[in-house]
């Protein structure tokens, strides 16, 4: 089990930029793939991207060329870095982990992850 702590949301406007953080209690090291997942009121949660513990990753057609994601081992954190933002960014942002997952598996599909944070909204106005 993991345990998943998000935080640096807020209300940005359009064209602006935030940075996501979700801190793991255990080394991001031994965790093969993490990954963002977002839901906005009315819609079902889709992803963002995913992370492997070789630093591949994988971005959803929405988000790519606009977020990065990347993790800091020595600090047990993951990453969102949103760059360029619309009003449909605004959700509520997920951190997930899989640490058995590897390589080519770190696929960011729902079900693949089983430990989850409780998000951290973002809000980007026109």
């Known amino acids: 089990q993991v345990q998943l702590v998000e935080s640096g949301g807020g209300s940005v406007q359009a064209g602006g930029s935030l940075r996501l953080s979700c801190e793991a209690s255990?080394?991001?090291?031994?965790?093969?793939?993490m990954g963002w997942f977002r839901q906005s009121p009315g819609k079902e949660r889709e992803a963002v991207g995913s992370?492997?513990?070789?630093?591949?990753?994988r971005y959803a057609d929405s988000v790519k060329g606009r977020f990065t994601i990347s993790k800091d081992s020595a600090k047990n954190t993951l990453y969102l870095e949103m760059n360029n933002l619309k009003p449909e960014d605004t959700a509520m942002y997920y951190c997930a982990a899989n640490p058995s997952l590897r390589g080519a598996a770190c696929i960011p599909t729902q079900w693949r992850f089983g430990n989850w944070g409780q998000g951290t909204q973002v809000t980007v106005s026109s």
């Open positions: 255990r080394y991001t090291d031994t965790i093969h793939c």
């Open positions: 992370i492997d513990s070789d630093g591949w990753s």
